[in-house]
């Protein structure tokens, strides 16, 4: 099978979802809604613990993959996973902490009108 970038591309927002959902227990898309965003991407709009905590999943993530030496969508599915787990884990210790989510509708960007 010939790999495309749209593939490629494709598998990378899978990939990046799973993390994500992972870490923050909201798919992107519902973490979008959350903070009433369209077209803007989630990143700007983003928390500092946010950024942190999506950061360190995918940090973790690829450190993963690099020991493991997964390769295709379906191997690196696992350590999506485990490199979310871990920041979920950090996330939750820190929840329990300051005794909030922070997970949040808040927008560090001003929306665009």
Not at 15 to 39: A, C
Not at 71 to 77: A, D, I, R, T, V
């Amino acid at each position: 099978m010939e790999w495309t970038r749209s593939k490629k591309s494709d598998e990378f927002a899978v990939l990046t979802n799973i993390i994500h959902e992972e870490w923050s227990d909201l798919s992107v898309k519902s973490h979008k809604n959350l903070k009433g965003l369209k077209t803007q991407n989630l990143r700007d709009h983003m928390s500092e613990e946010e950024l942190l905590f999506s950061a360190l999943a995918e940090l973790s993530t690829r450190r993963i993959a690099e020991t493991e030496k997964t390769e295709g969508l379906e191997e690196n599915k696992i350590p999506a996973k485990k490199g979310g787990k871990i920041a979920k884990d950090a996330r939750l210790a820190l929840e329990q902490k300051i005794g909030k989510s922070i997970i949040t509708g808040e927008n560090f960007l001003p929306l665009e009108k």
